[in-house]
């Protein structure tokens, strides 16, 4: 009985979230796709599958609950080195899933934007992308980027050369208005998933004051409740911002 009294206590879905401070914006390092799979005797791609399932249904919660901006980590710049076979794969699932849900995307009410280097995507996936964009613009709720072949040295570099040719000074004022998510501003609260605890080249730039969250659970498994478990930890830190404890 004391057991079960515990294990009710440490279960997240009593959190309560009306009295807690919900964080604008949140990054994602969304990890632990392929050790999801491996426990389960999978192929890596089946912990991909399972990893977009997922985002679809946390990116839904994390809106309904008032987060403001999201944005998630799906391809690194770097991983283009691996097999080649997985590559392809995630290529195909970010086509296929945003096919699946374009017609019925609006009613989420979710404005999807796709963030990162555009040039080495197939035709396919930019046209796909360029419709997704294009159906969600007038959405008013959350905004998702999704980093897709993000870096974010790359997408430093890419914001100086845009403020260069625009004939401007470079400034942390021109920078952040120059990257990818400028609309969402500074990262507040950085969840990692799967247990590491490295950032990756992810968000440079934004997450210069972010809290700092990282779960054991993979990925595929990262539910609601895992979310309400990051906010409430995220209510606890005292952000500074380099000033003295209030
Ligand atoms: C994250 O999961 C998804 C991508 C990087 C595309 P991983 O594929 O990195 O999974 P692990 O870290 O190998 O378990
Ligand atoms: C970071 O995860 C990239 C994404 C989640 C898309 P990785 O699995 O690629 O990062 P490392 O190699 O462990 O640093
Ligand atoms: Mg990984």
């Not at 555009?118 to 008013?140: A, F, G, P, Y």
């Not at 040295?153 to 890419?158: C, L, M, Y």
């Amino acid at each position: 009985m004391a057991l079960f009294k515990k294990r009710r206590k440490e279960n997240n879905d009593e959190i309560k979230l009306e009295n807690l401070n919900i964080p604008n914006h949140i990054g994602i390092i969304m990890d632990g796709n392929g050790r999801w799979a491996k426990r389960r005797g999978m192929p890596r791609t089946y912990g991909h599958k399972a990893g977009v399932d997922n985002l679809i249904e946390l990116s839904k919660y994390a809106n309904s609950i008032g987060v403001k901006y999201m944005t998630v980590y799906a391809f690194s710049t770097e991983n283009w080195s691996r097999p080649k076979d997985e590559v392809s794969y995630l290529m195909y699932l970010l086509d296929s899933t945003f096919n699946r849900l374009i017609d019925t995307i609006e009613k989420d009410n979710i404005k999807m934007k796709i963030v990162g280097e555009k040039d080495k995507l197939s035709d396919q996936l930019l046209d796909v992308i360029k419709r997704m964009e294009e159906k969600t613009k007038n959405c008013t709720g959350m905004t998702l980027f999704i980093a897709f072949n993000y870096g974010s040295r790359q997408e430093i570099v890419h914001a100086c050369k845009e403020i260069v040719n625009e004939g401007k000074e470079i400034s942390i004022d021109e920078i952040q208005n120059h990257l990818y998510t400028k609309d969402g501003g500074d990262v507040d609260l950085l969840i990692r998933t799967s247990g590491e605890q490295r950032i990756s080249n992810f968000m440079l730039w934004q997450i210069s004051y972010s809290e700092i969250y990282t779960a054991d659970t993979y990925w595929p498994d990262f539910n609601g409740d895992c979310l309400n478990k990051a906010i409430l930890e995220y209510n606890k830190r005292d952000r500074r911002f380099g000033g003295l404890k209030k």
